[in-house]
DNA sequence: ACGCTGACTATTA
DNA sequence: CTAATAGCCAGCG
């Protein structure tokens, strides 16, 4: 079956040149493209450096929109807080986020990453909010 | 327009 | 230790 298309997203994706959008989801997609390479963060993480530390899942939902946004948003660097890849469902494969962590030098077993720890990445703490 | 769901997180039992 | 619950906010039916 083909992916279902949602009308909203695709009228959204149209911005109008001159008008800026300062959403969430923007905000979002900032903050998930400055993540290193070979680094991971959390959802809570960069909805904390949005201010909405609160609203972790609206950081997950806007996510889901990184695919229809230019330049593509490295979704796959953002985990939950467990490091568990919670969001590898969501891909085009589900294996596909494993697979990109682990070209960037990022170990996964089990769905999970390995010295998530060490690996993580507070937007908060290196944009320095 | 109202209600449910959801890629989360922290707290309580 | 694990399991269940509440809070958050935007999109879809």
Do not use: C
Request: hydrophobic share 40%; proline share 6%; net charge positive.
């Amino acid at each position: 079956m083909p992916p279902k298309k949602i009308a909203s997203e695709k009228l959204k994706s149209v911005k109008p040149s001159g008008k800026k959008d300062e959403s969430f989801f923007e905000l979002v997609f900032e903050v998930a493209r400055q993540i290193p390479k070979g680094r991971v963060t959390s959802y809570g993480a960069i909805a904390a450096a949005l201010g909405t530390k609160l609203s972790a899942r609206m950081v997950g939902w806007a996510m889901n929109g990184s695919f229809r946004v230019r330049p593509k948003v490295p979704a796959h660097r953002v985990v939950n807080r467990n490091g568990m890849l919670s969001g590898k469902m969501h891909f085009a494969y589900p294996e596909q986020m494993q697979e990109l962590l682990e070209k960037e030098g990022v170990q996964v077993i089990d769905d999970k990453v390995v010295d998530f720890e060490k690996r993580f990445w507070d937007p908060v703490k290196e944009l320095g909010l």
